[in-house]
């Protein structure tokens, strides 16, 4: 991302200069600060996730193109963003793809991503098209979680940066 783009889509309520590091300086960067992370690895050989037992009853994917393959250095779907690691309950809120259409040759395995959830939703029309082209099914389009909440929520969440529960806000 473009820092300026950043730093404009906060807005006011943010006044943190963003901070460019790798995946894995971010990774050391949270073991440094004591921040638990429940898993390190975003690929297919995330064993230490599979075999969690995680504590809830469903798992909800949703953030910004978590499900274009492009942005992955193998350039294919990253099954964690799928929930690929658990047979628990899968929602979709929000997920987005990124690109205007899928790579040839992936459809077949998006679908079966896809089949494995109970609710699908995207954030822009351009995925809605795609998971209608996969699955035949119509699903909705919806606001960006990070637009749901106002200037005065965001503003009492940044105070502490949810220091101390266990959170930290990104």
């Known amino acids: 991302y473009n820092p300026k783009t950043v730093r404009a889509s906060m807005g006011a309520v943010f006044r943190t200069q963003p901070v460019r590091m790798t995946r894995q300086q971010a990774i050391a960067a949270c073991r440094d600060a004591g921040i638990p992370l429940l898993a390190t690895a975003m690929s297919a050989d995330a064993v230490d996730l599979r075999q969690a037992e995680l504590p809830y009853d469903v798992l909800l994917s949703g953030s910004d193109q978590i499900w274009n393959p492009k942005i992955f250095p193998d350039g294919r779907f990253d099954p964690v963003f799928f929930g690929a690691f658990s047979h628990k309950r899968k929602i979709a809120y929000a997920p987005s793809f990124g690109i205007p259409r899928i790579p040839d040759g992936m459809e077949e395995e998006l679908r079966t991503y896809l089949e494995s ?54």
Do not use: M, N, Y
């Open 117 to 170: 959830f109970s609710h699908l939703s995207v954030r822009e029309r351009q995925g809605q098209g795609i998971v209608r082209d996969i699955t035949g099914k119509d699903v909705p389009v919806v606001l960006d979680p990070t637009l749901l909440l106002t200037r005065e929520d965001w503003g009492a969440v940044a105070r502490d940066g949810g220091a101390g529960q266990g959170s930290i806000l990104c």
